[in-house]
């Protein structure tokens, strides 16, 4: 049953027309990726009023495109420049850069690029076979499972996502409260508005994206002092076939590295932990560990591989529960509300030429992804070879159309502004970004559910509890809630050493 | 940092104080068909207020002593920030492109000290193609002034 579907997909990813959109979201992709700044959410947001006027399998096309872009692009930057260009191309930069000022820069990219399609690839075959099984369970839940799957989606950031538990917890709250403020759908009721009309719209949440991911993170950069000093880009074909010949050793190294990104990434805040999960566990099982950071090519394979993955099984979530599994696939979720569909597992049953083209086009996107990326590395390198003086603003101009064009409302480039402050301080202090967005993004699904589950249980929670799969999830996310309380307990019980502690997803 | 840290939890906290007063008046018990309009941001309100209160204890035994943000770090940052804000109030009486060609210049002159005519060729650039983008492909509409009613649109 899966074939004819995804054949069906495919009828719509291969024509002229879309094939075109997937190209263009590559290109541009790549540069928002190369660019400091400017990410794939943010990337992913500015570009969304555009889609507007365009066929929805045509919109999610291009900006899925987008993000496959940006993945590539990060890897650029952090072999050529040592700057990773993501969060989850740090990891890639350990051995990457080292491979670079020894002129095997285009070993590197080969090496990096090969393994990200490597990953997204077996991700996507993963989704082909697992996204209608999850839809079809998923089309049986009622309010209290979908409260229950938020919940553990909140509970992975708390529980996984590194960092300082008690702030994740702040700024999901933040993201809830915000979702809360203006109209009540339910009552009719105006909610924190303070009698202000400005808040009566209340606030986009691809205004908060464009804030907090694009103008707080110029502010970050320009703290720093931007200088680029790159290694130049030695890319023939030459290169990239014997890369090829030296890749499959590290068979083995791909094979872990998929199921890593693969499990980590369809959870949120999965792909900047599962690419440090990989290089470790790659350092670990190496025949010569000792190498690993001074430029040994596995080094580059494991946290690329395991990041694409990552990134690919965020969609998994978006597409079959409606939940996304990070802040890209948030906004392409926002997407879908603004093009007028429901996000969740009626997709499957109502849509299922945009489902199966989206997912058809994961497979094309990639395959054009590596061959765009691996004959334009020059041109991508150079990008960064512009002025920051220059690039600066055009950054902020790109993001002030981006809010503008959402509501063409003035008062969004203010709000964008002040969640560019708020995101810059909040990034600084170690309060994380990804959950605030998320919450703000599914805050009245929540809530509805949550007030549903109430209605039908009149009044007790323990509805979330008694029913046997939101038992179990509720469950399952509890544990996850407990996770850095029982971590170093545990590991003290056992005699093992402190861990340390784990950076941000983003 | 400590700073930082005590003013960011006491400032959410005060407005999850907020927060809290206006889900009382909306009613956070139940309703005649189900939770009241205050009753979800209420808990928000209240787990917030908590956990910052428990962050602030944190801070006070193991808040990090370095400096939340250097002299020189500041100046750059309130460089970007400043401008863009100029450029926004500016949206409002010249519209768009015309703001983001001054707020370009004037940061590439300022900080990048580009020479003028490269200065005027980007600034003109940026608006020029954003507005071939935006307004004439894609046909989404930016705010507009005085020059773009001049020139007809």
């Known amino acids: 049953m899966g074939l004819e579907n995804l054949f069906l997909g495919f009828q719509q990813a291969l024509t002229y027309q879309n094939l075109f959109y997937a190209t263009v979201g590559i290109m541009l992709g790549t540069i928002i990726g190369v660019l400091p700044g400017l990410g794939g959410a943010n990337g992913v947001a500015i570009l969304l009023p555009l889609t507007l006027r365009m066929p929805p399998t045509s919109a999610i096309i291009l900006l899925t495109s987008i993000y496959w872009g940006a993945l590539f692009g990060g890897a650029i930057t952090s072999v050529l420049f040592n700057i990773p260009g993501e969060p989850w191309s740090v990891a890639t930069t350990f051995d990457g850069y080292p491979l670079a000022r020894q002129g095997k820069s285009g070993q590197a990219l080969t090496g990096a690029f090969t393994s990200s399609f490597v990953g997204a690839l077996f991700a996507t075959v993963l989704i ?136 980590m990434g369809f959870k949120p805040g999965g792909a900047t932990p599962a690419s440090f999960m990989s290089y470790s566990f790659a350092k670990r099982f190496s025949k010569n560990p000792q190498q690993f950071g001074k430029g040994e090519l596995e080094g580059v394979v494991a946290p690329e591989t395991a990041a694409h993955a990552a990134g690919v099984a965020a969609i998994l979530p978006m597409i079959t529960l409606g939940i996304p599994g990070s802040p890209t696939a948030a906004v392409m979720l926002g997407g879908l509300i603004i093009w007028g569909l429901q996000p969740g597992p009626l997709l499957f049953t109502e ?105 039908m249980s009149q009044g007790s929670l323990t509805i979330f509890v008694d029913r046997p799969i939101a038992g179990v999830i509720t469950a399952v996310a509890l544990l996850f809630f407990l996770m850095p309380i029982i971590g170093p307990w545990w590991r003290r019980l056992r005699g093992l050493p402190i861990a340390a502690p784990t950076p941000r997803e983003i | 940092m400590r700073a930082a840290d005590y003013i960011t939890a006491f400032v959410l906290m005060a407005l999850g104080g907020i927060v809290l007063v206006d889900a009382m008046r909306l009613g956070i018990g139940w309703g005649t068909d189900g939770p009241r309009s205050g009753f979800f941001p209420f808990w928000l309100a209240l787990i917030m207020i908590v956990t910052c209160a428990v962050i602030f204890v944190q801070t006070f035994w193991r808040g990090s002593r370095e400096v939340f943000v250097t002299r020189e770090q500041l100046g ?52 020029v193609i954003s507005f071939l983008i935006f307004e004439l492909w894609f046909l989404v509409p930016m705010p507009k002034g005085p020059v773009e009613s001049w020139l007809g649109y």
């Not at chain 1, 229950?148 to 994740?168: R, Y």
């Not at chain 1, 002092?225 to 990239?240: H, I, P, Y």
């Not at chain 2, 750059?76 to 492109?97: C, D, E, Q, R, W």
């Open chain 1, 351 to 455: 849509k299922p030429d945009f489902v199966w083209g989206l997912i058809a086009s994961m497979y094309t996107g990639n395959v054009l992804g590596v061959l765009i990326v691996l004959a334009f590395v020059p041109f991508f390198a150079a990008i960064l070879r512009i002025p920051f003086a220059m690039l600066t603003p055009l950054i902020v101009v790109l993001c002030a159309i981006g809010s503008y064009a959402v509501h063409n409302s003035m008062l969004d480039i203010w709000y964008m502004l002040i969640f560019g402050a708020v995101g810059y301080v909040f990034k600084k202090l170690d309060y994380p970004l990804a959950p605030l967005v998320l919450a703000l993004v599914l805050g009245d699904m929540a809530e509805n559910a949550l007030r549903q589950s109430l209605i």
């Open chain 1, 128 to 263: 082909t076979l697992f996204a209608p099984l999850l839809a079809d369970v998923a089309l049986r839940f009622g309010p209290p499972e979908i409260f229950a799957i938020q919940f553990l989606t909140f509970s992975a950031f708390v529980g996984l996502g590194g960092g300082n538990p008690l702030k994740t917890v702040v700024s999901i709250m933040i993201g809830f409260i915000l979702a809360t403020v203006g109209l009540d759908i339910v009552t009719g009721q105006l909610r924190m508005t303070f009698g202000i009309t400005g808040l009566m719209q209340g606030f986009d949440f691809i205004i908060a994206v464009i804030g907090l991911f694009g103008i707080g993170e110029i502010m970050l950069s320009v703290e720093e002092g931007l200088t680029f000093k790159g290694v130049q880009s030695k890319m023939n074909l030459r290169v990239v076939l014997d890369t090829w010949q030296i890749l499959p050793r590290y068979w083995r190294t791909f094979v872990r590295s998929c199921l890593i990104g693969f499990w």
């Open chain 2, 76 to 127: 750059p940052v309130l460089k970007v920030i400043l401008p863009a804000a100029a450029m926004a109030l500016l949206t409002h009486f010249v519209g768009l492109y015309v703001a983001a060609a001054l707020y370009t210049g004037s940061y590439m002159r300022w900080v990048g000290r580009h020479s003028w005519v490269s200065v005027v060729a980007v600034a003109l650039a940026i608006s």
